[in-house]
């Protein structure tokens, strides 16, 4: 059973750029979440996909948009970056929305340096 | 809404002491509960759960019991080895619109010497 991957792992991004992070989920999960942890802190909810749509959403600028794909992989997108964007994102998967538990299993995370 | 509170770090501990790492929640519903570590440079493992009141989860000798008396989920391991140390976290999921939603700690980092 393959599990969470995420890319890149690490990548480094100036202040006003873009930036497009990639995870492919756990198979047989069609739940994607994105978490935002700053160094020190734990993590913080950006946003949920299930079956393409977002159904959820943190307390997280409108720069920060995500997308699910219909093989359940998905992107977090970061318009505009701000140095206070450096983290690392996590990608987490999970069985169903609903009815296939509340378990979330994490990738390892992509490391993002805004300079 | 809902939140997780646990005891700050760091917590250090010499081998084969006992750990005891607290954790206390508040929730509207009838969350599950989880303890996650993170490994230097690693994302985030699931380290055990607990679905409802009383149950106790374990994995790899730490257990937590999930108390709705006094909303409490506290870790604990009867004897750390070096190998323990890392980031624990604790989490709630709750259902929410469209499926559940996890929510964490800010993490306490714990320290085992030899």
């Known amino acids: 059973e393959t599990g969470v991957t995420q890319s890149p792992t690490h990548l480094i991004k100036t202040r006003g750029q873009q930036v497009t992070l990639r995870c492919s989920s756990q198979?047989?999960?069609?739940?994607v979440s994105w978490y935002q942890q700053a160094l020190g802190q734990g993590p913080q909810f950006i946003f949920q996909y299930y079956r393409e749509e977002e159904n959820g959403r943190g307390n997280f600028p409108p720069r920060f948009s995500g997308l699910q794909f219909p093989n359940y992989s998905s992107e977090l997108n970061v318009n505009a970056l701000e140095l206070d964007d450096s983290a690392l994102y996590l990608c987490?998967?999970?069985?169903?929305?609903?009815?296939?538990?509340?378990?979330?299993?994490f990738g390892e995370g992509s490391w993002l340096t805004v300079v | 809404g809902n939140s997780v509170t646990q005891m700050e770090g760091p917590v250090t501990l010499s081998e084969e002491a006992f750990l005891t790492i607290n954790c206390t929640y508040t929730a509207t519903g009838y969350p599950s509960l989880f303890w996650y570590v993170q490994y230097p440079g690693e994302g985030l493992q699931l380290l055990l759960k607990a679905t409802k009141a009383d149950d106790k989860g374990s994995n790899k000798g730490f257990e937590a019991t999930y108390r709705k008396e006094t909303t409490s989920f506290h870790l604990e391991k009867g004897s750390v080895q070096v190998s323990d140390s890392a980031v624990y976290f604790c989490a709630l999921s709750d259902l929410w619109s469209g499926g559940f939603k996890t929510i964490f700690g800010a993490g306490t980092r714990l320290f085992v010497k030899a």
């Open positions: 198979s047989g999960h069609n739940t």
């Open positions: 987490a998967s999970s069985p169903s929305g609903v009815a296939g538990g509340n378990t979330i299993y």
